[in-house]
Protein backbone atom coordinates (compact mmCIF):
# COMPACT_ATOMS: atom_id res chain seq x y z
CA UNK A 1 0.00 0.00 0.00
CA UNK A 2 1.19 3.38 -0.81
CA UNK A 3 1.72 5.75 1.97
CA UNK A 4 3.79 8.79 2.45
CA UNK A 5 6.24 9.58 5.55
CA UNK A 6 6.41 12.58 7.83
CA UNK A 7 8.79 14.29 5.51
CA UNK A 8 6.31 13.64 2.41
CA UNK A 9 8.48 10.71 0.71
CA UNK A 10 6.37 8.23 -0.94
CA UNK A 11 6.89 5.10 0.60
CA UNK A 12 5.29 1.34 0.00
CA UNK A 13 4.04 -0.71 3.30
CA UNK A 14 3.11 -3.99 3.59
CA UNK A 15 2.18 -6.14 6.06
CA UNK A 16 1.50 -9.71 7.21
CA UNK A 17 -1.84 -10.78 8.33
CA UNK A 18 0.37 -11.90 11.22
CA UNK A 19 1.98 -10.02 13.63
CA UNK A 20 4.86 -9.42 12.27
CA UNK A 21 8.61 -11.13 13.20
CA UNK A 22 10.63 -8.04 12.25
CA UNK A 23 10.64 -5.26 10.20
CA UNK A 24 12.65 -4.46 7.05
CA UNK A 25 13.31 -1.29 5.01
CA UNK A 26 13.88 -1.63 1.33
CA UNK A 27 16.34 1.47 -0.62
CA UNK A 28 15.51 1.06 -4.15
CA UNK A 29 17.60 1.24 -6.88
CA UNK A 30 18.41 4.84 -8.87
CA UNK A 31 15.14 3.97 -10.59
CA UNK A 32 13.07 4.10 -7.24
CA UNK A 33 9.68 3.32 -6.44
CA UNK A 34 8.11 1.17 -8.95
CA UNK A 35 6.51 -2.34 -9.63
CA UNK A 36 9.48 -4.07 -9.34
CA UNK A 37 9.66 -2.77 -5.65
CA UNK A 38 6.27 -2.89 -5.09
CA UNK A 39 6.28 -6.68 -6.03
CA UNK A 40 9.68 -7.27 -4.08
CA UNK A 41 7.77 -5.80 -0.82
CA UNK A 42 4.59 -8.36 -1.04
CA UNK A 43 7.05 -11.09 -2.18
CA UNK A 44 9.33 -10.33 0.96
CA UNK A 45 6.38 -9.62 3.54
CA UNK A 46 4.42 -12.67 2.32
CA UNK A 47 7.04 -15.22 2.08
CA UNK A 48 8.90 -14.08 5.48
CA UNK A 49 5.78 -12.79 7.37
CA UNK A 50 7.84 -8.99 7.89
CA UNK A 51 6.34 -5.76 7.72
CA UNK A 52 8.04 -4.29 4.79
CA UNK A 53 8.55 -0.54 3.46
CA UNK A 54 10.20 0.53 0.97
CA UNK A 55 11.22 3.75 0.39
CA UNK A 56 11.60 6.63 -2.72
CA UNK A 57 15.03 8.58 -3.07
CA UNK A 58 14.11 11.44 -4.92
CA UNK A 59 11.08 12.70 -3.03
CA UNK A 60 8.92 15.31 -5.05
CA UNK A 61 10.76 14.42 -8.25
CA UNK A 62 9.77 11.23 -8.97
CA UNK A 63 8.81 11.69 -12.71
CA UNK A 64 12.96 12.24 -13.52
CA UNK A 65 14.45 9.93 -15.86
CA UNK A 66 17.08 7.56 -14.86
CA UNK A 67 19.09 9.82 -16.74
CA UNK A 68 18.12 13.33 -15.17
CA UNK A 69 18.67 10.69 -11.86
CA UNK A 70 22.49 10.26 -12.29
CA UNK A 71 22.55 13.71 -13.19
CA UNK A 72 21.30 14.88 -9.67
CA UNK A 73 23.64 12.72 -7.70
CA UNK A 74 26.15 15.13 -6.92
CA UNK A 75 23.50 17.20 -4.96
CA UNK A 76 22.01 14.33 -3.29
CA UNK A 77 20.96 14.52 0.54
CA UNK A 78 22.27 11.92 2.41
CA UNK A 79 21.20 13.20 5.31
CA UNK A 80 17.26 13.56 4.52
CA UNK A 81 18.06 9.99 2.63
CA UNK A 82 19.08 8.96 6.11
CA UNK A 83 16.50 10.30 7.87
CA UNK A 84 13.55 8.74 5.78
CA UNK A 85 15.25 5.46 6.06
CA UNK A 86 15.08 5.43 9.86
CA UNK A 87 10.97 7.09 9.98
CA UNK A 88 10.37 4.20 7.38
CA UNK A 89 11.98 1.55 9.88
CA UNK A 90 9.43 3.68 12.84
CA UNK A 91 6.89 3.45 11.15
CA UNK A 92 6.48 -0.38 10.72
CA UNK A 93 6.66 -0.61 14.58
CA UNK A 94 8.93 -3.56 15.10
CA UNK A 95 11.13 -4.51 17.58
CA UNK A 96 13.92 -5.62 14.75
CA UNK A 97 14.26 -4.12 11.62
CA UNK A 98 17.20 -4.82 9.14
CA UNK A 99 17.35 -3.16 5.81
CA UNK A 100 18.68 -3.66 2.35
CA UNK A 101 18.90 -1.87 -0.89
CA UNK A 102 20.39 -2.13 -4.45
CA UNK A 103 23.33 -0.16 -6.74
CA UNK A 104 22.85 3.45 -5.37
CA UNK A 105 20.30 2.16 -2.81
CA UNK A 106 23.03 -0.37 -1.73
CA UNK A 107 25.37 2.42 -0.92
CA UNK A 108 22.72 4.16 1.11
CA UNK A 109 22.17 0.90 3.19
CA UNK A 110 25.81 0.94 4.02
CA UNK A 111 25.23 4.50 5.48
CA UNK A 112 22.62 3.48 7.36
CA UNK A 113 23.85 1.07 8.70
CA UNK A 114 26.19 3.45 10.39
CA UNK A 115 23.06 5.06 12.22
CA UNK A 116 23.03 1.68 14.13
CA UNK A 117 18.69 2.15 14.55
CA UNK A 118 19.29 -1.57 11.96
CA UNK A 119 19.96 -4.31 13.48
CA UNK A 120 21.60 -6.16 10.25
CA UNK A 121 21.94 -4.39 6.50
CA UNK A 122 22.28 -6.71 3.50
CA UNK A 123 23.99 -4.11 0.59
CA UNK A 124 23.37 -5.69 -3.08
CA UNK A 125 26.24 -4.09 -4.88
CA UNK A 126 26.39 -0.68 -3.20
CA UNK A 127 28.76 1.65 -3.94
CA UNK A 128 31.57 1.06 -1.11
CA UNK A 129 33.35 5.05 -2.15
CA UNK A 130 31.19 7.47 -4.26
CA UNK A 131 31.90 7.48 -8.10
CA UNK A 132 33.55 10.28 -9.02
CA UNK A 133 30.88 11.95 -10.98
CA UNK A 134 28.30 11.81 -7.79
CA UNK A 135 30.23 14.14 -6.12
CA UNK A 136 29.65 18.05 -5.79
CA UNK A 137 31.37 20.64 -3.89
CA UNK A 138 29.88 19.06 -0.45
CA UNK A 139 30.50 15.52 -1.65
CA UNK A 140 28.84 13.36 1.30
CA UNK A 141 31.15 11.04 3.16
CA UNK A 142 32.00 7.15 1.49
CA UNK A 143 30.30 4.82 2.68
CA UNK A 144 33.23 2.70 4.31
CA UNK A 145 34.31 5.83 5.85
CA UNK A 146 30.91 6.53 7.66
CA UNK A 147 30.84 2.89 8.64
CA UNK A 148 34.60 2.97 10.07
CA UNK A 149 33.85 5.99 12.10
CA UNK A 150 30.76 4.41 13.96
CA UNK A 151 32.21 1.34 16.14
CA UNK A 152 29.75 -1.71 15.69
CA UNK A 153 28.01 -0.63 12.36
CA UNK A 154 30.67 -2.70 9.94
CA UNK A 155 29.71 -6.02 11.61
CA UNK A 156 25.74 -5.63 10.98
CA UNK A 157 26.58 -5.61 7.33
CA UNK A 158 26.75 -8.90 5.16
CA UNK A 159 27.56 -6.82 1.51
CA UNK A 160 26.90 -9.25 -1.96
CA UNK A 161 29.31 -7.93 -4.42
CA UNK A 162 29.82 -9.39 -7.73
CA UNK A 163 33.72 -9.27 -9.06
CA UNK A 164 33.12 -7.98 -12.49
CA UNK A 165 31.16 -4.77 -11.01
CA UNK A 166 32.87 -1.81 -12.20
CA UNK A 167 31.01 0.63 -9.66
CA UNK A 168 32.26 -1.55 -6.83
CA UNK A 169 36.25 -2.37 -7.81
CA UNK A 170 37.83 -5.14 -5.99
CA UNK A 171 39.98 -2.47 -4.00
CA UNK A 172 36.91 -1.08 -2.40
CA UNK A 173 35.49 -4.17 -1.92
CA UNK A 174 38.48 -5.45 -0.08
CA UNK A 175 38.14 -2.13 2.18
CA UNK A 176 34.82 -2.88 3.11
CA UNK A 177 35.66 -6.31 3.91
CA UNK A 178 39.05 -4.90 5.76
CA UNK A 179 36.82 -2.90 7.98
CA UNK A 180 34.41 -5.47 9.58
CA UNK A 181 31.38 -6.56 6.73
CA UNK A 182 31.13 -9.70 6.02
CA UNK A 183 31.13 -9.94 1.82
CA UNK A 184 30.16 -12.64 -0.73
CA UNK A 185 31.44 -11.87 -3.75
CA UNK A 186 29.87 -13.75 -7.06
CA UNK A 187 32.65 -14.71 -9.65
CA UNK A 188 32.28 -12.92 -12.58
CA UNK A 189 28.80 -11.14 -11.95
CA UNK A 190 27.84 -7.55 -12.85
CA UNK A 191 26.60 -4.67 -11.54
CA UNK A 192 22.38 -5.62 -10.93
CA UNK A 193 22.63 -9.58 -11.40
CA UNK A 194 20.26 -9.83 -8.53
CA UNK A 195 17.00 -7.70 -8.16
CA UNK A 196 15.74 -7.37 -11.66
CA UNK A 197 15.25 -10.53 -14.01
CA UNK A 198 14.74 -8.21 -16.77
CA UNK A 199 18.43 -6.66 -16.76
CA UNK A 200 21.05 -8.33 -19.17
CA UNK A 201 23.25 -8.83 -16.18
CA UNK A 202 20.83 -10.91 -14.62
CA UNK A 203 22.31 -14.56 -12.87
CA UNK A 204 19.39 -16.48 -11.96
CA UNK A 205 21.39 -19.14 -9.69
CA UNK A 206 23.53 -16.13 -8.20
CA UNK A 207 20.15 -14.29 -7.42
CA UNK A 208 18.68 -17.21 -6.03
CA UNK A 209 21.98 -18.13 -3.55
CA UNK A 210 22.29 -14.58 -3.04
CA UNK A 211 18.54 -13.93 -1.74
CA UNK A 212 18.94 -16.65 0.30
CA UNK A 213 21.75 -15.68 2.46
CA UNK A 214 20.30 -12.18 2.63
CA UNK A 215 17.17 -13.26 4.15
CA UNK A 216 19.00 -15.36 6.22
CA UNK A 217 21.28 -12.84 7.80
CA UNK A 218 18.43 -10.36 8.20
CA UNK A 219 17.01 -13.38 10.66
CA UNK A 220 19.78 -13.35 12.48
CA UNK A 221 21.66 -16.12 11.10
CA UNK A 222 25.62 -16.62 10.24
CA UNK A 223 26.72 -15.87 6.51
Known sequence: MRDTLPSGTPVEIERPDAAPAMGLVIAPDIGGLRPLFDAMARRLS???????????PFPGRETMTIEERLAAMPTFDDA???RDLVAAAGALDCDRVGILGFCMGGMLTLKAAATLR????????GMVRNPADWKGDGADADAVDTLKATPGA??????????????????????????????????????????DADR??????????AWRRAIAWLSGADA
Do not use: K
Open 80 to 82: ASM
Open 118 to 125: FDRAVPFY
Open 46 to 56: SENGWAVAAVE
Open 154 to 195: AGRVLAIMGTADPYTPAHDVDDLEAAGATVVRYEGAEHGFVH
Open 200 to 209: PAHRADDAAD
